[in-house]
């Protein structure tokens, strides 16, 4: 199994003071720290105009940041919300990040669903389902050093430069349950991305099982990969994570509320929105939906994701904690790594398919 760190700050002040410079600390030393204890990825994601998530609404920026820090790691956006962008655009932004990081760019691709947010590209709204998957054949058309077909109307459009190190990155569709969104993406020939904020293990099982058949249908090399975002946190005690983290935790999700709750939900009462985001929070600590506690109980609830079908767990760390408690943590969680990278006793298996979980989608070597 696979572990990364995932990126998703609620950004809880005004952007100046003294605590705006050091906003990308933990996503830097979070990223020198993951690049030198063997971990897989580092995602940022794409959010803009709310402060949850506020801190990144341009993973190509902050991925670059990436790539300048660290050697080895892979630098992923997750996601780039495709109708909000021409897709020339998506195509340059992250051949740029793949030149940087020396090869080590991908990126996942969401539709978008917050109609705030196509203030940026209005126009591309009313399509975005059909848009995101579109996307996927073209930018690695466009990878490949093809031009845009009729994109100014004379027949042949244009092609970009440069091209990215290794022809055709790797690509994932971040889906928050949607099965179709799984199909879509096993035929396609690319991963998925997705979260237990809407889903139970048993539905992912459903639906990492149903992506793979389509993966296979479709003639594609590998049988894909499924990355799980799950809200991470580990210590010596799991009761003590669990007092540490039930603030932040409890406020991050008051924050998500605003966004993707009831169009009235910021003018709610204090001990309204705390009832509100009450079952989520145990879900979370107690449930299974959170890598909460010592590195042992996040060793089983590991295993229960791997049976579920996951190839890699994306560690979302960022949802409040300060950045030092966060920074010195990452050594517990840099222990569960050691473990879940040990080879398995004889006879038994230790993932769903050998090698790595982008030689699993069959993208590139």
Do not use: K
């Not at 109609?115 to 073209?138: H, M, N, Q, W």
């Not at 991470?232 to 669990?242: C, F, M, S, Y």
């Not at 042992?296 to 409040?320: H, K, M, N, S």
Request: charged residues 25%.
């Amino acid at each position: 199994m696979d572990l990364s760190l995932f990126y998703f700050a609620d950004d809880a002040d005004d952007g100046t003071g003294p605590d705006a410079a050091g906003r990308y600390r933990l996503l830097l030393e979070g990223a020198r720290f993951a690049d030198a204890h063997g971990f897989t990825a580092v995602w940022t994601p794409e959010r803009h105009f709310h402060r949850f998530g506020g801190n990144y609404p341009n993973p190509a920026v902050t991925g670059a940041a990436v790539a300048a820090c660290t050697e080895r790691i892979a630098i992923r956006a997750g996601s780039v919300v495709a109708p909000l962008h021409h897709v020339l655009r998506i195509a340059e932004d992250w051949a740029v990040v793949d030149g940087l990081s020396g090869g080590r760019a991908g990126l996942s691709l969401a539709s978008g669903w917050n109609e705030d947010d196509f203030v940026l590209r209005p126009e591309g709204y009313a399509d975005r389902a059909r848009t995101v998957v579109e996307s996927i054949d073209t930018l690695r058309r466009l990878w490949r050093g093809e031009r845009l077909a009729d994109a100014d109307g004379r027949g042949e459009g244009p092609r970009i430069y440069p091209l990215p190190v290794r022809g055709e990155l790797p690509m994932w569709l971040t889906s928050s349950g949607n099965p179709e969104t799984f199909r879509a993406a096993g035929r396609a020939g690319v991963g998925v991305l997705t979260h237990l904020a809407g889903q139970d293990l048993a539905g992912l099982a459903e639906r990492t099982a149903e992506y793979r058949r389509a993966f296979a249908a479709a003639g594609h090399a590998g049988d894909g990969h499924v990355v799980l975002m799950v809200h991470t946190r580990l210590g010596p005690d799991t009761e003590a994570v669990t007092a540490e983290v039930r603030g932040p935790l409890q406020d991050y999700l008051v924050s998500a509320l605003t966004l993707f709750g009831p169009a009235d939900a910021a003018s709610w009462s204090p001990a309204r929105t705390r009832a509100a985001v009450r079952p989520a929070m145990e879900r979370y600590l107690r449930g299974g939906c959170g890598l909460f506690g010592t590195v042992e109980r996040a060793e089983e609830l590991v295993d229960r994701y791997r049976r579920a079908g996951v190839d890699e767990i994306a560690c979302l760390i960022d949802f409040g904690l300060p950045a030092d408690a966060v920074l010195d943590g990452l050594e517990h969680l840099a222990e569960l790594r050691r473990r879940l990278a040990a080879p398995a006793p004889a006879g038994e298996s230790s993932g769903n398919s050998p090698g790595t979980g982008e030689n699993r989608a069959g993208q590139h070597p």
